[in-house]
């Protein structure tokens, strides 16, 4: 359940990222996820709830964009969908394959209320 | 309404701490490793034998987290030499790097070649969270099945060294060497892979000679 700590980071981040941009009211945090992570997107909305009470967040939606697992083989040069974590170049079946993506876990955007 | 574009990385906090580690242990040339496994995979049993064998070889440091109670801190005090601290999360999951950075807060850097996080028994938690280390190594022990590997693909994608320990016992379960190194080396191609068992202590020779050789290389 480390779920609980990534939300509360998020939580803090936010925070200081409206103060410093001197926002008030936060409707929505987006939120890149990626499948390396090992994050189970119901249990981070879960702990975001839970770390937004009393703050500043109270309220705003997490909205979780999942971003899949993608690599590059350095042999044929071809990038691909990394499947059942199977780690090797479907082309080639080189197994040294290069992470692409599925290791982000990054606020992208915050939606806010500007009558606020 | 607006929209206003982000690029936060929600773990930059911890990042940025376990970066900081990693510079003070690589200033001090000593070999950092992360050990992760399972509960009960005998991280502890692993780390008091080799304080025992190469005690007179390497000076060793020790961080051990634990969710509740000393004992694994205890017992590696107990085996003599290394210098012990325990973190007990009190609940928490997994270590992150600022509660490895408040235990090594006296560490006698200078005076090291190797430090141990014995990270909490956890396959999946730890594997997001830089502690600063050098390397990851996973431990899974032949009685928690073969199929390890791919059931937690974050953990061994992340490591460069996976133990399979109590191969004593492998003859009474279904546990296949073979089965365990292919669903390992897809996840990642470039795992180094040892045998061993703490208890009879076959194979522990190749750990300790693995780990002379990442020390050595560290210091080069």
Redesign the interface.
Known sequence: ??EL??AD??V???LE?IGR?G?TRV?AV??EVGE????VPDSLKFGFEVAVRGTELAGARLEITEVPLTAECPGCTQSFRVEK????CPICG????N?LTGKE??????????DA | ??????????????DRVAADIRRQMTDHRILCLNLVSSPGSGKTSLLEKTLAALGGDLRMGLVAGDVQTENDADRLKAAGGAWVRPIVTGG???L?ARMVQKALSDAPFEKLDLMFIENVGNL??P???DLGEDMKVVLISTTEGDDKP?KY??MF?RSSLMIVNKTDLMAYTDFSRDKVRDNA??????LDILELSCRSGDGLDGWYDWLRDRVRAKKA
């Open positions: 359940m480390h700590a990534m980071s998020i803090t981040g936010v990222e941009r926002i409707l987006g939120l390396l992570m090992d994050v974590y199977l780690f090797v080189n197994r040294d394959i992470v876990l990054r606020v992208t955007f915050l939606e806010i209320d500007d | 309404m607006t929209k206003v574009q982000l690029e936060k990385n929600v773990l930059s906090e911890n928490a999951c997994h992150d999946v938690c594997s997001s969270y791919s693909p974050g994608r080396l897809a996840i990642n191609g470039r």
